[in-house]
């Protein structure tokens, strides 16, 4: 009876070569994920922002051609009886719009002027380099 010599297995040199095939494959695919993420939280915030403004449009058509003073943000944009300005009360935006990443923190500020006869909101997103802004179309 003669018994051979092969070997059943990987030897450690072709397991290092497949850990680090693995690797790498991981961290392209984490840096991938990452980089959407990204993408995705600028598009909520340009579609945030867009939904603000349309907000403040449908305010200022109620409202006797005035959009709403007084708060830093949109916070539940209410046409109201306040200040003779408006006669109606109906709920424009809700639920006030929060940044993706910063939960409870309100980055849609006003940036500039923002009375009963314009406004201009922005935000800086991560893709870019640029803040994105939109403002009054009256």
């Not at 006797?64 to 007084?70: A, K």
């Not at 002027?113 to 009256?138: G, H, S």
């Amino acid at each position: 009876m003669k018994i051979s010599n092969l070997r059943k297995g990987f030897t450690l040199l072709e397991m290092l070569v497949v850990i680090g095939i693995i690797g790498i494959v991981i961290a392209a695919g984490a840096t991938s994920y990452s980089a959407a993420q990204k993408k995705a939280r600028d598009s909520r915030r340009k579609q945030d922002l867009t939904n603000i403004q349309k907000a403040y449009e449908q305010y200022y058509s109620i409202c006797n051609s005035q959009y709403p003073v007084g708060a830093a943000a949109p916070v539940n944009v209410v046409a109201s009886t306040a200040g003779g300005a408006c006669t109606i009360n109906q709920t424009i935006l809700s639920p006030v719009p929060v940044d993706p990443i910063n939960i409870g923190v309100n980055r849609y500020l006003c940036s500039g002027t923002c009375n009963a006869t314009q406004f201009n909101y922005c935000v800086t997103l991560e893709t870019e380099t640029t803040q994105f802004c939109v403002a009054n179309q009256q």
